[in-house]
């Protein structure tokens, strides 16, 4: 090794930073730079040359020489093949008090050195850490991407690793963390050498040795990352069967040094994550690669996961779990398509198969009652969405060039037999250029036909006569199929798979720019796996007129081109900006006038047309007064809106200008809390519910707010004109906790619970909207209807939990099913998914956008703390109520206004026994809580009287209304 060591003095420096080079010149000076730009002064950079064959070392010694004394300059006398022994070397130099390190293609943030060190000394940590983002280099827009950011939200420090295992799990990056060098050097931690993956034993080994470490919330390291590069990072190469057997081996190393301290619970976090991330970096690319290297890879994981707990399996997703298992097997033919679904999220890759009311991922290996369980993905819903919703593999099977046309035949998976055999089947094939806004091309497929469970389809497209692309910012075109059976449409890409496309033939192409721009148009996978296609320049004149392009795209009449171009987009970006917007809508307030007579609607936030809006828009339209309705939606596509009203899409332009010119505005959650109120428009809030649990400035994270923050709030509550109550209960709860004053209430009752008071008048009249939705559901004659409506559940930190079905709704069936319909109604921002085998006895109606016809079908309810309690009661039908997790729901830090086991109309049951006893019995749950089902009512819905509004439209609409 030789050392080129500037003459230097003084005192001995604060951090030594490691820069590790293998042939990187043309990078190496900017990483060293973003060194001695440092805000902390007295660094030093230490440079380890890996025997690079470039100039590397030459660059290295130049900036040596150019500063003395704080730029060292290193060579190993051979190439170490990997990032490990550089580092050793350097550390084997550094001077500082600690240390870092650093590659050349990366750089550091002006201010790392000073942040990480003031933690350090502030904390007396072993270790710092600090964020590190991604900067991918070959982005056109500088896409840049937060490494595991939820680690670094706030400075923390922890006396042992064990008390966050997600740090010792996830960043298992060496380069964005400051080390104290006499640590390493008292506990001998040094990369290891010979072997890739260095990274993530020495973390390993520098988290358990550390008696403190600091996570600071300060951007440190600049990580770049090429996604399009042709030479892959080491790290990448996972094409290279070696690469699995480094990976392994590190891991072994960690899990010896974890068993030795006895670690077993922060072994099985790095098994999960073994599973979900390591093991899947190397599933992705099993499909392009031949069956000598999957058969070695399969027996190196086979060997490896072998010890596994069963506890690291069943903290995985199914396909996860399905294709550990298959690869154990080395059933490629059911593997391959559960690959295929992990890369692709949400993808229905495999047919499917139903067993006694299950869904099983294949019909192989359900004789084993553990295997049978790892293969059943009935919760991941797939049986029970529209064809319209499913994103279905289809698997590309030939490819062929013929003349002008190329050839392409492919396999769209069926599952479950979702597209009957006797569906009129047509597609066709679209090729839409990867740039938004740019060209889309169809061609028909030829046939297309059901092949057991598959649908097999045929197309010859003539690329060379028909697609002519633009030739210049559309080089990459991706490939979908538009199927429709019987009218209903589905969209597929199309998966590569095995088929050959690197020796397939190029096919002419004619852009619109002349072939001087592309003259060939080539097949590549993606990185999803799916089939795609390129603009190449084959022929010299293709070559010649590209490269000209080229040079003068980087003129200076280019770059002014590009600076206009680019000075638009930020322009338009900003026009579309939520700031922006708001800006505009205030200057609309002032400068547009106000349309007499138009009303803006809205509910759940346009999520739906349903609730009291809802009955307000249809008293108004059954009196045929002459007001203009505007509704907004949210969403894409308005979905069960009327098609009387006018329609607009929530946020946007024609949305703000109806709100700043309405003469009314009507909704039951709040209109975006930033936009003002002009003194002429009446805003009737509506609301949504009464409340069991605290509001508003009840709840305690409203109460420290700052000044500032609840003034804001403030604002936005007092743009209500009107606040419509239900009962003395919703003034001395939710008209307090918003701070409505007394003369803003309107005591009318719920105009949405209009309908459930008159229904209550006269049970023996079924109401014409339930009667049809029991057609729809298909609810079998004679059958009790049960309606299952419970609320969403809140996380500890904020958010929604996922919903957990605390009912077995097998067993209910089972129990029930001759009996009761249930239906089950998840809150919205919840999701429900159903097994097949309680079809027709148990129904999923959580997209049911409006609840009232669901609760008028309903013969009794079953419910926790949903407001739903509230409305249904108007019924006088029994009310049962499944309260398993009361203790947690009640002493959670929001509260509650009431006690529901004290004032509860109905049984509240604590186990799924006491619940299916309470439903065995409802005539006796109806007579037994007869009384206090009244009391309730009186309390909780003393203004609901089946005329709100009529009340509401009189006041406002009518002959002498405030609309006049």
Partial sequence: MSIDTPESGGADPDISVVVIVYNDAPRLTTAVRSVLGQTLRNVEVIIADDCSTDESYEVARSLAAAHPGRVRALRLPENSGGCGEPRNRGLAEARGRYVMFLDSDDTLERNACRNLLEAAERTGADLVSGLCVRVYTDSRHGKQVPWYPWLYRSTRTVESIAELPDLF?????????????????????TFPHGIHYEDLLFTAQTYLAAGRITLIPHTVYHWSVAQKTTTKSISNRRHEINNFTDRLEIHRRIDAVLHRRGLDELKLHKDIKFLKHDLVLYLRDLPFLDDDYRHRFAELARGYLQDFPEAAYAALDPVHAICAYLLTREDWDNLMPAVDTLINRGKISAPLA???GRVYWCDRYLDDPVTREIMDVTGLGHHGRPLEQMFLRNLLTRYAVQGDLVLLEGAVVNPLHTVPADARLTAELEFRARRRSL?????PVRTIRHEGDTLVWQASVPLSGRFRPLGLVDEVWDVRLQLRADGRRTTSRITAGSVDLESAAPVPVRPRLTRLMADRLEPQVSAKGHLAFRLVQHGAAARRGRALVDRNLHGSAARTLKGAYRTLRVVRRDLASGTRKVQIYHRMLRLLPVRRGTVVFESHLGKQYSDSPKALYEELRRRRLPVTAIWSYAGERPVGFPQDAELVRRWSWRYLRALAQAEFWIDNQGFPLRLAKRSETTYIQTWHGSALKKMGFDEPNHRVMSEQEQRTYQEALDRFDHFVVRSEHDVRTLARAYRIPEG??????????????????????PDPAARRLAERLGIRPGHRVLLYAPTFR???????????????????????????TLLVRS????RVTLPPSVADRVIDVTDEADITPLLLLADALITDY??????????RRPLVFYAYDWEEYSRDMRGTYLDLLEEAPGPVTRTEDEL????????????QYEARLKEFVDKYGEYDRGDAAARIVDRFFGPAGEAR
């Fill in 794 to 820: 809140a996380r500890p930190g904020g958010g929604v939990r996922d919903f957990d079905m605390p009912l077995d709704v097998e067993r209910f069936a089972d129990r029930f099913g001759d009996r009761y």
């Fill in 916 to 927: 299916l006893a309470a439903l065995d019995d409802l005539p006796a749950v109806g007579a």
């Fill in 169 to 189: 799990v996830f960043d298992t990056l060496s380069t964005n963390k400051c080390y104290r060098r006499d640590f390493l050097v008292e506990n001998e931690l």
């Fill in 354 to 356: 139903e067993r006694d």
């Fill in 744 to 765: 803003k209430l309107l005591r009318t009752g719920y105009p949405r619970n209009d309908v459930l008071v008159r229904a209550a008048r006269d049970p023996r009249t």
């Fill in 827 to 830: 809150h919205y921002l919840n």
């Fill in 866 to 875: 949903s407001s739903v309690m509230f409305d249904y009661a108007l019924l």
């Fill in 439 to 443: 060209q889309t091309f169809r061609f």
